[in-house]
C-alpha cells in the first residue's frame, strides 16, 4: 500500500503529510510538483488540486488534497490503535482533538506562514524581509505562545496527555521559524519548550524535516 504525493519534498504542507507517514509506517512515492518551476499551476495538477498547490495524495485510486484533510484519512484509514487522533465515537476526546486542530489552524499556521514567507521564502528568492511587517507578526506569534504555554502547562498535548496529528501539524513552521530563521520563540517558554523538544525529537520528524 504505498500511497502517492503528487508534492514537493521541502514544502511544510508535503512534510506535514510525510510525518504522519512515518508516524505510521505508511511507504509514499513523491510524484515531484516542481514549486520552483510553477508547476502546480499546470493544467494536470489543477486539475487534481483545483487551487494550484501541493500536496494532493492518491490511495489505490483515492485522490486527495489539503495536508491536514489527507493526515486525518491516514490515521483513519491506516492508524486504528496509533492514538494519533482520538476513536471518533469517543465525543470529548474528539471535541478535544478539534480544538487543538483548530488552534493550530487559527492561532499558529496564519501566522507561522506569514512569518516564513518573510524570514525564509523570501530570502531563498534574493528579497529582503519587510522589517516592520516581521515586527508586527512577531507580537502575535509571541501572544499566542504565550497562551500555548498556559495549555501546555496543564497537559502534556495540545489536545490532553495524548499525542495527537494536531500536534505534528505544528512542526514545520516551528522548525522553520526556530531552527532555520533562528527566532527566539521557545527558551523563554517552559511548556512550549518541553513539547517542542519531545515532537521535534520524533524519528518521524527527524527523517523528513529538511525534505519528504
Ligand atoms: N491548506 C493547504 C495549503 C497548501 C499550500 O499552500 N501549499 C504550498 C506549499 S506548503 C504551495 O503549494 N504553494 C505554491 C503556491 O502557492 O503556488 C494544505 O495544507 O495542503
Redesign the pocket.
Known amino acids: 500500500m504505498t500511497i502517492k504525493l503528487y508534492a ?1 519534498p521541502r ?4 512534510r ?2 510525510a510525518v504522519v507517514c512515518k508516524e505510521l509506517n505508511v511507504p509514499y512515492e513523491i510524484d515531484l ?1 516542481d ?1 520552483a518551476k ?1 508547476e ?2 499546470s493544467e494536470a495538477h489543477l486539475a487534481r ?1 483545483p ?5 494532493v495524495m492518491e490511495d489505490n485510486g483515492f485522490q486527495l ?6 493526515a486525518r484519512y491516514l490515521v483513519a484509514k491506516y492508524g486504528k490503535g496509533s492514538g494519533l487522533a482520538p476513536d471518533p465515537t469517543d465525543i470529548e476526546a474528539t471535541a478535544k482533538f478539534e480544538q487543538a486542530a483548530s488552534i493550530e489552524n487559527n492561532n499558529f ?1 496564519i501566522t507561522g ?1 506569514q512569518l516564513a514567507f518573510e524570514l525564509l521564502l523570501k530570502p531563498s528568492r534574493g528579497m529582503k524581509p519587510d522589517e516592520a511587517r516581521v515586527k508586527e507578526l512577531l507580537v502575535t506569534m509571541n501572544s499566542k505562545l504565550d497562551a500555548y504555554d498556559k495549555i501546555l502547562s496543564k497537559q502534556k498535548y495540545l489536545a490532553g496527555d495524548t499525542l495527537t496529528i494536531a500536534d505534528l501539524f505544528h512542526l ?1 513552521w516551528l522548525y522553520g521559524l526556530t531552527e532555520q530563521a533562528k527566532l527566539d520563540l521557545i527558551p523563554s517558554r517552559p511548556n512550549v519548550m518541553r513539547w517542542y523538544q519531545e515532537i521535534g525529537a520524533r524519528p518521524s520528524w527527524q527523517a523528513v524535516k529538511d525534505g519528504a
Open positions: 514537493f514544502s511544510s504542507c508535503t506535514r503529510v510538483v514549486l510553477g502546480q499551476k488540486q487551487f494550484g498547490v501541493v500536496p488534497f489539503e495536508s491536514r484533510a489527507i499556521d506562514g514545520p
